[in-house]
């Protein structure tokens, strides 16, 4: 069985917060490759939190030294810690042409899971390419992901998918801190139409998310979620919440360049592969990416799934290579 299929498994039995370990690990191996896969609760962990485990592990395992993070602060403790007044706001989302997502119905128990990559020199050319037109290749991702997931879904041919990014705030808040924990902000992308120019929808997206990428504005989103949760909403209420401010059918998960070793001794390894994770919201497609090597590896989870949406967009992303 392929290593995709244990993650749809792992997938398929969520975790209750309430009785379940909130971390699990099953190891696959035929006696010359193994493949780890870790799963943990949202609650305990980020998709940065599982690279800095899974780099632990394979640490622990060769008998090198883990080194404890030296700022173990949660990001609500370094929120308070912070004295820092609100200097600008995000664009306030409205739903006057973009109703809220529905959720997927609840019998659909088990999602898919494909994968795809994108070779070094490739990753280096639009990278390149990118930072030529203006943008970010986060931002080209996203335009090729909306791109595509519109052309295979004809009712969004005219309002073009909204696209969710979650934001790391360890950079921005907590100096790069290694430590496990949920460190993430988001923003969701609505976009009226698509531009003629693939690189304009790619410089949308991008200047959308680099809004939330203000200090200022990350503390106002942390400190606005736990406004919200204080007053104990009910999980209907949650939901709803979630859906008018969040809600995407495109949850663009990227863990950009990964900077851990690939030796641990005898052990080498050889790619990361997610995040894979679910909002629950109806036809969402998870597109997790993480650079390993030079190597863009590209993980698609979806419930609902659509089916070619990878080659898709790798189809109109690596169009744009001049001369490819």
Excluded: C
């Amino acid at each position: 069985m392929a290593w995709t299929a244990y993650v749809e498994d792992e997938l398929s039995q969520p975790i209750d917060a309430l009785v379940d370990p909130l971390i699990r690990l099953k190891l696959i191996s035929d006696g010359s490759r193994s493949t780890l896969i870790l799963t943990m609760h949202h609650s305990v962990g980020d998709g940065p939190s599982a690279v800095h485990l899974i780099r632990d592990i394979l640490r622990a395992t060769n008998g090198q030294m883990v080194v404890v993070a030296a700022d173990p602060r949660s990001l609500e403790q370094a929120v308070d810690d912070l004295s820092m007044p609100i200097k600008s706001f995000p664009p306030v989302r409205t739903d006057a042409l973009f109703p809220p997502p529905g959720y997927r119905p609840a019998d659909i128990k088990k999602p898919q899971v494909r994968i795809g990559s994108v070779a070094r020199d490739e990753v280096t050319a639009l990278r390149t390419l990118a930072r030529e037109q203006g943008t970010t290749l986060h931002g080209a991702l996203s335009a090729a992901a909306a791109r595509a997931f519109a052309a295979l879904t004809p009712q969004h041919a005219v309002i073009p998918p909204r696209v969710f990014s979650p934001i790391d705030a360890r950079r921005r808040l907590l100096e790069n801190t290694e430590n496990l924990g949920a460190y993430i902000n988001a923003v969701t992308v609505d976009t009226l139409r698509f531009s003629d120019v693939f690189w304009e929808d790619a410089r949308h997206f991008s200047s959308k998310v680099g809004l939330f990428n203000d200090p200022d504005v990350l503390v106002f989103g942390v400190r606005g979620v736990r406004a919200a949760l204080a007053g104990n909403p009910t999980v209907a209420e949650t939901a709803s919440v979630w859906a008018h401010v969040y809600g995407a059918e495109i949850l663009m998960t990227n863990l950009g360049p990964l900077e851990i070793p690939i030796a641990f001794g005898d052990v080498t390894l050889n790619g990361i592969w997610g995040p894979a994770v679910s909002t629950g919201i109806s036809q969402e497609q998870t597109l997790g990416f993480a650079s390993l090597g030079g190597t863009l590896r590209i993980l698609h989870t979806s419930f609902e799934p659509i089916n070619g949406l990878v080659e898709a967009m790798l189809d109109i992303l690596l169009g744009q290579i001049p001369n490819r």
